[in-house]
């Protein structure tokens, strides 16, 4: 799985939204990017997920580069319950593949 | 609720013990994974079943560790002769095989080793 690289930490006012970038470089054309989060003392939870197009649900969007060695999710109105650390995972779209977290970034909604 | 269910949510062992914790996945999902978190990081992929078939492990995964899933429903993972740097979180996911690859993860086993 390709590397990614995200900031440490982030901090958003509530009700603002809030970009998290990720930088994913050595990507190959099979991975997808997925973004999971964890808030604090629970697991992680499923995000979105993309391939090179921008995806959007009901939780946020995902803006893919076109060159696709970066991407940003987007909380569109972030809230205190969005607090949480955020991960990008580059994976390949194989079913029961492992996801393979780094450090994530660590998002901060202020009131 | 994800759905996935894991006890206990806390276990607080002397050093040497032998512990074991389970996870219920979500009923139709044939995958089930684990991962181990510490403090600061993000989780570690230690092993993973399809059905009761454990098809990959990790590295992380040492000799003490041995983790089963007997009727391909729940799972078990044991840790004997435990160790300080054995302390983490323990987190339980799964998914189906068919449908999405979305993996939903239990809230954990938070492991004090003392």
């Known amino acids: ?16 939204a809030a970009n998290l970038p990720c930088n994913h470089s050595t990507i190959s054309g099979n991975e997808y990017v ?17 391939l090179k197009n921008n995806e959007t649900n009901e939780m946020a969007s995902l803006i893919i580069t076109e060159d696709r060695k970066s991407s940003t999710l987007i909380l569109p109105h972030a809230t205190l319950r969005d607090t949480a650390v955020y991960y990008c995972i ?12 780094g450090e994530g970034t660590q998002l901060t909604v202020n009131p | 609720d994800t759905g996935v269910s894991q006890n206990p949510r806390h276990k607080i062992t002397k050093r040497g013990q032998n512990v074991t914790f389970r ?7 044939n995958r089930l994974y684990w991962y181990r ?4 990081q993000g989780p570690e992929f230690l092993t ?12 992380l995964l040492s000799d003490r560790f041995s983790a089963e899933r007997p009727k391909g429903s729940f799972s078990t993972l044991e840790i004997q002769r435990t160790e300080q740097g054995d302390s983490a979180m323990y987190l339980c996911a799964s998914l189906r ?4 690859n979305e993996q939903y993860f239990g809230p ?3 492991l004090t080793v003392t």
């Open chain 1, 1 to 16: 799985d390709a590397k990614t690289t995200q900031p440490t930490s982030m901090d958003c006012a509530e009700g603002r």
């Open chain 1, 90 to 101: 580059v994976r390949l779209q194989t079913s029961g593949s492992r996801l393979t977290f």
């Open chain 1, 34 to 50: 997925y973004w999971y989060r964890q808030i604090h003392s629970q697991g992680p939870q499923y995000i979105i997920h993309g």
């Open chain 2, 48 to 59: 993973y079943f399809q059905n009761e078939a454990q098809l990959e492990k990790s590295r």
């Open chain 2, 23 to 29: 996870c219920d996945p979500i009923s139709e999902h």
């Open chain 2, 37 to 40: 978190q510490t403090l600061g």
């Open chain 2, 97 to 100: 095989a068919s449908g999405s």
């Open chain 2, 108 to 110: 954990g086993t938070r």
